[in-house]
């Protein structure tokens, strides 16, 4: 079935440095891909996604490329802030059908003064 | 607007106990999804709801788990009896059509402790 493959964490950074969290995924067809982001005490919200094969998702200076040829939806960040700590998540949706999301594991971010 | 509404916050049974849980979408939308999210992974898909019907309960186990969306608003989540592995955070999402152009909007979710 579909489903994704995530970078195992925790991630510990410094402020500014760069930031990849890697993703990959099996799907049938062309999924759409999510980013959501859980901040401590929160629930989840969405990042960024792209729908389609070479779009680039983007927010809050995070961004993500759609690749086929790699099934791959890396999230990265140029300078991360301490108020980037939090659980990231790697998502897809089946492109046909009903659309309902399955996630990756999840990867902790802890990013230090 | 406001979110998507989760009540209680926190719930510790025993096993083999009854629990349930509610859920109050944003006005408006459509679709529900009640999520399992054990401690290390990421949300499983339970149930989804469009209005008032069930679309998708593939993945909830149906001996112990009920789920109802009366009148296409609010929804519960039942578990009884409890088991020790239902350990989990509950999430409940709404998206306004249920479609690719509409994202979940996720609640602050459910944590049970089943001892």
């Known amino acids: 079935g579909d489903s994704v493959t995530q970078m195992e964490g925790p991630v510990t950074l410094s402020e500014e440095a760069f930031l990849t969290i890697n993703c990959t995924y099996t799907a049938t067809g062309y999924p759409s891909l999510f980013w959501y982001v859980q901040y401590p005490g929160e629930g989840l919200q969405l990042l960024l996604k792209a729908t389609k094969a070479d779009d680039k998702g983007s927010n809050k200076g995070f961004e993500a490329t759609y690749r086929k040829e790699t099934t791959s939806f890396h999230l990265e960040k140029g300078s991360v802030q301490v108020s980037d700590s939090a659980v990231y998540f790697c998502a897809l949706s089946a492109p046909k059908g009903d659309y309902k999301l399955s996630f990756g594991a999840g990867t902790t971010v802890t990013v230090r003064a | 607007e406001a979110g998507v509404a989760q009540s209680p916050r926190y719930k510790i049974i025993e096993k083999r106990q009854s629990v349930a849980f509610w859920c109050n979408p944003i006005?408006?939308?459509?679709?529900l999804y009640w999520y399992q999210q054990i401690l290390g992974q990421g949300p499983k898909l339970l149930i989804q709801?469009?209005?008032?019907?069930?679309?998708?309960d593939s993945q909830l186990p149906k001996d112990r788990f009920s789920a109802e969306r009366l009148k296409g608003v609010d929804s519960t989540l039942k578990i009884q009896p409890a088991k020790l592995e239902d350990s989990a955070v509950y999430l409940c999402a709404s998206s306004l059509r249920g479609n690719y152009n509409s994202p979940l909007h996720f609640g602050n979710g459910t944590r049970l402790t089943v001892t």
């Open positions: 709801f469009q209005n008032n019907g069930v679309v998708d």
């Open positions: 006005s408006g939308h459509a679709t």
